[in-house]
């Protein structure tokens, strides 16, 4: 004890207590996050996924989101979100954001899925949330015509009745759902991406999830029992074509059919 | 006339047996001479003159494939569980008529195809009568003595535009009901009598349980009725009017030029019916027409993204969306004496759609008010050589179009990557000044391209060739019209503003001296054609005129 007050006054005496509270508070925040995350864990994350995502993280999202995920004025914090959000953003393509806009366009993957897969893994690990959903509920072998009635009430007004899409106010809308993989149709539907909300388990349980992704799986692989489907978009498409195509091609006839052959 | 050289002549027995036959037949329902009659009847060939003979075709293909749909539709409202073919909608609650619509789609032989060659052909039919309807307005076809025939086609107009609703409120599916609660809502926001007129029609409050037999019955029976009786007429008075013509050498108001229907036209125009049936049935064959699969039963609780009426209810849909709800704290909506007023649902919905067809049904008596215009007119106008027509018809046509865009507003903001609020507040302003711009700039195209005739009838075709004369200028040499094509170019009225004339007791009233202005606003920018005697300066020998430059410049090449 006498040793140390007589080197209190020592030049580096300073230093070191500053080197030794950085030292303490790093290391409590290291047990504080482990801790965090031990309760969000899932347990497909390994403790090494987490630390590759933590740093996947820093270098692409942190820009917006903010180191540790907590949010800036040019993004959300992420805490809490889940691994299914970031499987859905990342996933998709959507995130990183391939512009500032109404809402994130879907674009060819950024990370594969080793890296999508950490990434999930950090955010997961910053608190609790929805995880990705499990293998039994993306089977899509479920009841497609009460997915069908569930999609009518729930999701058809703004994805339209075929899943063709639709707009919302100032810019923002809501996509096709063909071709989006059953993992993320159920994953947007607990997580609501973009302007989308959420529908949790109290209010489309699980079961009738499934129920909705194998009603848009089977019209998918239904196809246009009537022809090419100009799109889905309704009477709007039917219109166009038969203005332009339909009439089109019968003033073509009338045209020769009035020309003269000298 | 007939009868009495039957009566002199010795009777007549034909050779053959069908020639018997053929003789009996005619002798009772005098079928040659309706034939010589009509056999002469003479057509003007030119493209634009076969929309209304689409329209008429697709009629007859409505009439075809829509007895086939009633074998096997049922407009019931009874409620059933389906049970046919298509999986995603097994044991779904649903009515019969939805129900029977999906028979016919799945589960009728050729079922499908009938129900898009119906759907196809209505949207034909109102396309081609309205696009008709453009060109007989376009070249002043409706002037004296066919506006009564232009009331007809207007008719007949709304009338297709019913017979296509009642059609699409049918099968009962989620976008038809949809659309039958917006034109419940319209009928609701009359007031007054809005709600007593939706409780008759729907038999109690929306949706009830007899409005699709309703409908069926009015789109089956009534409505086709009505149109075949319109139709009658309309070509009745085609017959007795004769057909227009286009302004051409030998062409007055006096002849009509063009084929006799038999036996040449008349092959042309039954060989056109096959042709518009096989566009259809391609259409039909290679393209989904509503597919009722898609949306569902129809159920009041859900409403699905992209509703839309068929195309030609779509300017009453897009100008209830292009009506704001409230502009900052003004609002639309009213209560007097117990009666809510929803003037944002009554205004956008029955407003332009009314201003639209009484301009329609009275243009021609204004056009006839305005020009005091009296004479009988089968020589149609070149669309530029009537400018101020032309720019209303076009601006009418704009405005039209503007509320028509407004009702895909929100596919055009997905589709280009748009605000949906922006397209509504560009098609707001559109809705205004659009008319007036697209008057504006119509009516300088038709000048400006007059001005261009008049130019090619006096110094002819330029040819490309360029000729340096001696002195270093530098021509370019012009070909002489032949007189056919000038003709084309010269032969049109010009008329001039028509000052105020006093009455008979000689004051000049009001309305007179509103007339007078009219006139002057639909006459007094005006291109003459060119005069025989500028034609003469052009083209003669005379040389002193200024026009002539490039004439002389010819000749003295010649030289």
Redesign the interface.
């Known amino acids: 004890m006498k040793a140390l007050s007589q080197k209190r006054r020592h030049p580096l005496a300073a230093i070191a207590l500053l080197l030794m509270g950085l030292l303490i508070t790093g290391g409590l925040y290291a047990v504080a996050t482990t801790v965090n995350e031990a309760k969000a864990s899932t347990t497909s994350f390994s403790a090494n996924d987490t630390e590759e995502g933590g740093k996947l993280f820093a270098a692409n999202c942190a820009t917006c989101h903010g180191m540790g995920a907590s949010g800036t004025k040019d993004g959300p914090s992420l805490v809490g979100v889940g691994a299914a959000a970031v499987d859905f953003q990342v996933g998709t393509g959507r995130m990183p954001m391939q512009m500032n806009g109404p809402q994130a366009y879907k674009k060819p993957g950024q990370f594969n899925e080793e890296q999508t897969h950490q990434l999930s893994s950090y955010v997961a690990s910053l608190g609790p949330g929805p995880s990705i959903p499990s293998e039994e509920l993306l089977d899509a072998q479920g009841n497609a015509a009460e997915g069908g009635e569930l999609f009518r009430v729930n999701c058809a007004m703004c994805h339209n009745a075929a899943a063709a899409g639709g707009a919302l106010t100032r810019g923002k809308f809501a996509p096709a759902l063909a071709d989006v993989s059953e993992k993320h149709i159920y994953e947007a539907m607990v997580t609501g991406p973009q302007n989308m909300p959420v529908f949790n388990d109290a209010n489309v349980s699980p079961e009738g999830k499934r129920d909705i992704i194998t009603f848009l799986k089977q019209i998918e692989a239904n196809g246009s029992p009537g022809g090419a489907d100009l799109g889905a978009l309704g009477p709007v498409s039917e219109g166009l074509f038969v203005w332009i195509a339909g009439l089109g091609v019968i003033i073509a006839f009338t045209i020769w059919l009035t020309s003269r052959t000298s | 006339m007939s009868a009495t050289s039957t009566a002199n002549a010795p009777a007549f027995v034909a050779k053959t047996k069908g020639g018997r036959i053929t003789d009996f037949v005619d002798q009772r329902v005098g079928g040659s001479g309706i034939l010589r009659e009509f056999g002469r009847k003479v057509f003007p060939?030119?493209?634009?003159?076969?929309?209304g003979e689409?329209a008429l075709y697709s009629f007859v293909i409505l009439l075809l494939s829509g007895t086939f749909l009633t074998f096997f539709f049922d407009p019931s409202m009874a409620e059933t569980h389906y049970a046919g073919s298509y999986?995603?909608?097994?044991?779904?609650e649903m009515s019969v008529a939805y129900s029977s619509s999906l028979d016919i789609?799945?589960d009728v032989r050729g079922g499908?195809f009938m129900r898009?060659v119906h759907h196809?052909s209505a949207?034909?039919f109102v396309?081609?009568l309205s696009?008709h309807m453009l060109r007989v307005f376009f070249t002043g076809a409706f002037r004296k003595p066919r506006e009564m025939n232009w009331v007809v086609g207007g008719v007949l107009l709304i009338l297709s535009m019913a017979a296509g609703f009642t059609g699409y409120s049918l099968p009962d599916d989620?976008?038809s009901g949809n659309g039958l609660r917006i034109i419940d809502g319209v009928i609701k926001s009359i007031p007054v009598i809005g709600t007593y007129i939706s409780f008759f029609l729907f038999g109690g409050e929306f949706p009830g349980s007899v409005i699709i037999g309703r409908l069926y019955m009015l789109h089956i029976l009534l409505v086709p009725a009505l149109i075949l009786l319109m139709i009658v007429l309309h070509l009745f008075m085609v017959v007795v009017h004769k057909h227009t013509q286009y302004p051409g050498p030998g062409r007055n108001d006096g002849n009509v030029v063009g084929y006799p229907l038999g036996p040449v036209y008349a092959a042309?125009a039954g060989?056109?019916f096959f042709?518009?049936f096989g566009?259809?049935a391609l259409?039909?064959?290679?393209?989904?027409?509503?597919?009722i699969?898609?949306?569902?039963p129809y159920?009041p609780?859900?409403?699905?993204?992209?509703?839309?009426?068929?195309?030609y209810i779509?300017f009453v849909d897009g100008a209830l969306r292009l009506m704001p709800g409230v502009i900052s704290d003004f609002h639309f909506e009213y209560i007097i004496f117990g009666q809510v007023l929803t003037l944002n649902v009554l205004l956008p919905a029955l407003v332009p759609a009314g201003i639209i067809f009484t301009v329609l049904f009275t243009y021609p008596w204004i056009e006839r008010w305005i020009t005091k215009d009296d004479r009988e007119h089968h020589v149609l106008d070149r669309p530029r050589n009537a400018p101020t027509r032309t720019a209303i018809g076009v601006a009418g046509f704009t405005w039209y179009c503007v509320m028509w865009a407004a009702?895909?507003?929100?596919?055009i903001?997905?589709h280009f990557?748009?605000?949906?609020?922006?397209v509504t507040y560009w098609l707001r302003a559109l809705f205004f000044v659009g008319p007036f711009i697209a008057f504006a700039v119509t009516k300088r195209v038709a000048l400006a391209l007059q001005r261009k005739d008049r130019e090619i009838a006096l110094h002819g075709r330029e040819t490309g060739r360029i000729v340096r004369l001696p002195h270093g200028e530098f021509i370019e040499v012009h070909a002489p019209l032949d007189e056919y094509k000038r003709y084309k170019l010269v032969g049109f009225e010009s008329p001039v503003p028509l000052p105020a004339v006093p009455n008979e007791h000689g004051i000049v009233t009001r309305k007179e001296k509103r007339r007078a202005a009219l006139s002057r606003w639909f006459f007094e920018d005006r291109v003459a054609p060119a005069a025989p005697a500028e034609l003469e300066a052009a083209h003669g020998h005379h040389g002193q005129h200024e026009a002539v430059e490039s004439a002389e410049a010819q000749r003295t090449l010649s030289h």
């Open positions: 060939d030119h493209w634009s003159f076969m929309f689409v999986t995603p909608l097994k044991n779904v789609s799945f499908l898009q196809w949207l034909l396309a081609s696009v989620l976008l042309k060989g056109f042709i518009v566009v259809v259409m039909a064959a290679f393209f989904t027409i509503n597919p699969w898609n949306y569902g159920d609780s859900p409403v699905s993204a992209g509703t839309q009426p068929d195309w779509g009702a895909g507003s929100d596919l903001a997905t990557h748009v605000a949906l609020n922006d």
